[in-house]
């Protein structure tokens, strides 16, 4: 793996800041559309056919499933929101990965500088100032 430069990585991390600065309102969860009775005795659905629908949105909290009734005229801009959740999420990942990175070339550097600095103190001293 070649590896990419701080500086390089810095410029990557800025490009997902402004994605981040772009921000719009978020939601977790996977959205599913459930059949569901409309209430009509005498509406087909009473007799199990299905024809209407609704939506939820279900996430696991500690384990347990745990779904949120979304009312109609909710549909689209919840879906809108749990797309930018979804689009928020990887560029939060992305970020966390770039910051490792980040780190580790960090330690890479150090360890650079100071094989350097160690390969500089075993040159045979010359007359001049002395390297502390
Ligand atoms: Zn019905």
């Known amino acids: 793996m070649n590896a990419k430069s701080t500086r390089e990585l810095e410029a990557q991390r800025a490009v ?7 921000a719009g309102p978020a939601i977790e969860g996977s959205p599913a559309m459930v059949p569901r009775k409309c209430g009509s005795a005498t509406c087909e659905c009473a ?3 299905v024809k209407h629908h609704a939506m939820i949105l279900c996430k696991k ?3 347990r499933s745990v779904a949120t009734y979304v009312p109609k ?21 992305e970020m966390s990965a770039l910051n ?6 960090h330690v890479q550097d ?23």
């Not at 997902?16 to 772009?22: A, D, E, G, I």
């Not at 005229?73 to 990942?93: F, G, I, S, Y």
């Open 61 to 63: 909290v500690a384990g």
């Open 100 to 105: 490792e990175q980040i780190i580790r070339q």
């Open 47 to 49: 007799h199990g056919v």
């Open 16 to 22: 997902l800041l402004r994605q981040l600065r772009r």
């Open 110 to 132: 150090k360890r650079q500088e100071q094989a350097v600095r160690k390969s500089l103190s075993v040159l045979p001293l010359q007359k001049g100032p002395s390297i502390p």
């Open 73 to 93: 005229e909710m549909w689209e801009q919840v879906r809108e929101w749990n797309q930018e959740h979804k689009r928020l999420k990887k560029v939060l990942k």
